[in-house]
Nanobody, 117 residues
Framework: QVQLVESGGGLVQPGGSLRLSCAAS????????MGWYRQAPGKQRELVAR???????NYADSVKGRFTISRDNAKNTVYLQMNSLKPEDTAVYYC???????????WGQGTQVTVSS
């Protein structure tokens, strides 16, 4: 069992920035593909960004050029740098870990991001 703990959410004005962190309780973090998903009220959970164990990243079209996912294997942590935030980015953001090459998946508890003036 892997525990994922997100932090860094909060309230920010449009155009602002936040950095989310997700710390994983595993000694083999490097073999996990990591991702960030979000769920806004009344909407389905959607992929925001993910990064493979090898470091390949991909993004939802809605956040390309504004968000950056990165990982620090020494700290068992994945980050999501969010810039130029928009009100439509408001959601609960969830960290996700997939043990490659299996489909074994873990989720964090989520952190709220609110973009509002």
């Amino acid at each position: 069992q892997v525990q994922l703990v997100e932090s860094g959410g909060g309230l920010v004005q449009p155009g602002g920035s936040l950095r989310l962190s997700c710390a994983a309780s595993t000694s083999i973090f490097s073999i996990y593909g990591m991702g960030w998903y979000r769920q806004a009220p009344g909407k389905q959970r959607e992929l925001v960004a993910r990064i493979t164990s090898g470091g390949t990243a991909n993004y939802a079209d809605s956040v390309k050029g504004r968000f950056t996912i990165s990982r620090d294997n020494a700290k068992n942590t994945v980050y999501l740098q969010m810039n130029s935030l928009k009100p439509e980015d408001t959601a609960v953001y969830y960290c996700n870990a997939v043990r490659e090459p299996t489909t074994i998946t873990y989720w964090g508890q989520g952190t709220q991001v609110t973009v509002s003036s």
